[in-house]
Structures are given as C-alpha cells and as structure tokens.
C-alpha cells in the first residue's frame, strides 16, 4: 500500500499541513494519477521542512481531525504519517482503502471511530471550500460546546 522514495514524485498530493488549499474529492483524479505523498518526520521539524519548496506537487493540508495514535492521542492536527494517509484516502472517497491501512495497527480503528462523523462530511464535499465550510461548522459546534457559559455566536437553544 505504501512505497518508501527518495525523491517526492512530480505532480503527486502532498499532504502538508501548511498547504493553504484543504484535501477534497476534487483531487482524487489527481492522486490516482500521480499519487499520494505524506512526508514521515517529527512535528519539532515539520514546519521547517515544509517551509522548503516542493514545487511540481499539488499541496493539501488535512482538514480538523484527532489523532488516535499513542504518542498524540487527542490532539488535533498532530496526526501520524499513518493517520493522514489514511485520512487522505478517506476524504478522497476511499474508505476501504483507508480502513485497510489502519487496520494494520492495533489503535488504527480507532481513528474512524473517533473522527468518523467529521470523514464522512468532508468526503461529501466536492470542493476545497465545502470541506473548509464543514470544517468550520465543526469547529464552531465544538466550541460552543466546549463551554458552559454562553458565547458570541453560539445558539443558547438546545437542539433535538
């Protein structure tokens, strides 16, 4: 499922998560072409990394997700390599595809679980903006709901 390179293959998805563009079905065809690509380094040396130009690639950041994996557990954008594949895969409308990759680890299933209702809305967008727009209401839901004090913008009604 995963090939090791040493070089980042020209026209693939780069998953970045500095890219200003969010992941959507709309590059499927474009990762079916030319690939996937997800770089394994330390989040201390990510920004540095992806601060240098990878240019000839198609740059998408993950949308809002947690991590499941034991060194990150519950934080949000902090994911394994593993974890933004398969998340990749999930947005781009491979869910079987993703579900396989996570399976090979004992907590993998647990990133579905945990992360599945959000998936599931941005593999239903079809543009960056719609994934973006998801993203943003579920952000909102979850700061409104994080407090118990009532804030700016956030519905005091309760909803069925």
């Given at each position: 499922?995963?090939?090791?390179?040493?070089?980042i293959?020209?026209?693939s998805?780069?998953?970045?998560?500095?890219?200003?563009?969010t992941?959507?079905?709309?590059?499927?065809?474009?990762?079916?072409?030319?690939?996937?690509?997800?770089?394994?380094?330390?989040?201390?040396?990510?920004q540095?990394?992806?601060?240098?130009?990878?240019?000839?690639?198609?740059?998408?950041?993950?949308?809002?997700?947690?991590?499941?994996?034991?060194v990150?557990?519950?934080?949000?954008?902090?994911?394994?390599?593993?974890?933004?594949?398969?998340?990749?895969?999930?947005?781009?409308g491979?869910?079987q595809?993703?579900?396989?990759?996570?399976?090979?680890?004992?907590?993998?299933?647990?990133?579905?679980v945990?992360?599945?209702?959000?998936?599931?809305?941005?593999?239903?967008?079809?543009?960056?903006?719609g994934?973006?727009?998801?993203?943003?209401?579920?952000?909102?839901?979850?700061?409104?709901?994080?407090s118990?004090?009532?804030?700016?913008?956030?519905?005091?009604?309760r909803?069925?």
């Amino acid at each position: 499922m995963v090939t090791a390179v040493r070089r980042i293959p020209r026209g693939s998805v780069l998953l970045d998560p500095y890219a200003p563009v969010t992941l959507s079905r709309q590059d499927a065809a474009q990762a079916i072409a030319r690939g996937i690509t997800a770089l394994d380094c330390s989040w201390k040396n990510a920004q540095a990394i992806f601060k240098r130009t990878f240019g000839r690639t198609v740059q998408r950041r993950i949308p809002w997700t947690v991590a499941t994996n034991p060194v990150n557990y519950g934080k949000p954008y902090e994911l394994s390599t593993v974890e933004a594949l398969a998340a990749a895969l999930y947005v781009l409308g491979f869910r079987q595809r993703s579900d396989e990759l996570l399976n090979k680890f004992k907590w993998g299933p647990y990133f579905t679980v945990l992360n599945g209702e959000l998936l599931e809305l941005y593999s239903e967008a079809n543009a960056s903006q719609g994934v973006e727009e998801a993203e943003r209401k579920a952000l909102e839901r979850l700061r409104c709901q994080g407090s118990r004090k009532p804030k700016q913008g956030c519905s005091t009604r309760r909803s069925a």
